[in-house]
């Protein structure tokens, strides 16, 4: 904007066919006077520009952590309201126990486990919560089987096997169901 105002008063300058010192300065005045106008709105669009830079690389940072957090989980399941494992039992019974619940009642193979744990910590203001157990299979192509290809699969026993999403992954699921929830609200 302001190149273009002062090429503008340069060419109606430079359009006559003498210059002559009081036409100079009449430019250099009026570059002055054009540029102490617009000084707040360079100063303004200069900070957008920063700030724009800050909040592009904030945001790609945050997807290459999600990427990361992704390929973490990608052979990991889910499965919520387990019941807890007796809590006098030693880590090795509890690890025992679950192994037994993923084996005995949702029926996987025990070949197909790499490892599972609970996530989180037992809270004992809440007697009746369950903490979610988190399954890791050998591969990504078990773990798709047995999610019915991330749409989740519910076994015989009423319990929900889900993959294991990364908090963006679980966010955006979130969003969807409550696009689709406001979809059929109208169709209603």
Same mark, same amino acid.
């Given at each position: 904007m302001i190149k273009m105002t002062v090429e503008t008063a340069v060419r109606n300058v430079l359009s006559k066919s003498v210059c002559s010192k009081e036409d100079i300065q009449n430019v250099v005045r009026s570059y002055a006077d054009v540029t102490k106008e617009n000084q707040k709105e360079v100063i303004h669009q200069a900070a957008l520009t920063q700030s724009s830079k800050t909040v592009v690389e904030s945001v790609v940072r945050k997807l290459d952590a999600d990427k990361v957090e992704r390929e973490k989980r990608r052979c990991n399941l889910v499965v919520l309201?387990?019941?807890?494992?007796?809590?006098?039992?030693? *880590?090795?019974? %509890?690890?025992?126990e679950d192994n037994k619940f993923c084996c005995n009642v949702l029926e996987i193979p025990s070949g197909d486990i790499e490892a599972c744990w609970r996530a989180g910590k037992i809270d004992e203001s809440k007697p009746d919560?369950?903490?979610?157990?988190?399954?890791?299979?050998k591969s990504e192509k078990l773990a798709q089987?047995?999610?019915?290809?991330? *749409?989740?699969? %519910?076994t015989a026993t009423g319990h929900w096997i889900n993959r294991d999403l990364c908090a963006a992954d679980r966010k955006a699921n979130f969003l969807s169901r409550q696009e689709r929830r406001k979809r059929m609200e109208k169709k209603s």
């Open positions: 309201s387990t019941p807890e494992p007796c809590k006098d039992s030693s *880590k090795e019974q %509890k690890i025992a919560y369950r903490r979610p157990l988190i399954i890791k299979l089987e047995w999610t019915n290809n991330g *749409k989740g699969l %519910k």
